[in-house]
């Protein structure tokens, strides 16, 4: 926000009435509040509190349309939120102030959810999984060399098996090593490590 003034937010689809958007702000006077907005269809709701710092923002589950937070004055757009996205506050604000050493510390949560959409992005953070897809790129695609497209092809399926792992781990499927004992025979001993039989 540029200056301190009162907010609007607008729901864009009739299935979002009544879905609640909370706002963590510094009021006017530097008080922190908790801002609750109700969503209702082609409205525009206007917070009580006239505010000076937005720090936080929950929206909805399950939101169906797009979500729309605006200066009151004016109506200056501050943010746009899609329905497809899941964390939208990474990109739609920027900081008000200057920090001389250009180092910005963020914490964050992972957490792992379902693609709805077929536009969704979703980061890989595996260089096994990235690597085979370059390989595949690199050889697989505008190439006639019969030995290329085979390099293609095997980069291919490495990627798929190393994304399925990586899937697999995330939600708690991995297949564990074998005990290298099972199965093993073990003779019965009456003697305590570390003592010899007289």
């Given at each position: 926000m540029l200056a301190v003034g009162k907010l609007k937010v607008?729901?864009?689809?009739?299935?979002?009435?009544?879905?609640?958007?909370?706002?963590?702000?510094t009021a006017e006077g530097g008080i922190s509040r908790r801002l609750k907005f109700e969503l209702k269809f082609d409205t525009w709701q206007e917070s009580q509190e006239r505010v000076s710092a937005i720090h936080y923002l929950s929206l909805p589950e399950g939101r169906v349309g797009t979500v729309v937070l605006a200066e009151s004055t004016g109506l200056r757009v501050l943010s746009v939120y899609e329905p497809w996205e899941t964390v939208p506050s990474y990109r739609l604000f920027r900081l008000s102030s200057r920090c001389p050493s250009g180092v910005i510390q963020l914490q964050?949560?992972?957490?792992?959810?379902?693609?709805?959409f077929d536009h969704e992005m979703v980061e890989i953070g595996s260089r096994t999984v990235l690597r085979h897809a370059a390989e595949h790129l690199r050889y697989g695609i505008g190439t006639t060399e019969q030995?290329?497209?085979?390099?293609?092809?095997?980069?291919?399926g490495d990627m798929i098996n190393a994304l399925r792992g990586l899937m697999d781990r995330s939600r708690g499927e991995a297949k564990q090593d074998p005990n290298p004992f099972a199965g093993r025979q073990v003779a019965p001993s009456n003697i305590l490590t570390g003592y010899q039989r007289k």
């Open positions: 607008f729901c864009s689809n009739p299935k979002d009435d009544g879905k609640v958007l909370y706002m963590d702000v964050g949560v992972l957490r792992f959810r379902e693609v709805e030995a290329d497209n085979a390099k293609g092809r095997s980069a291919y």
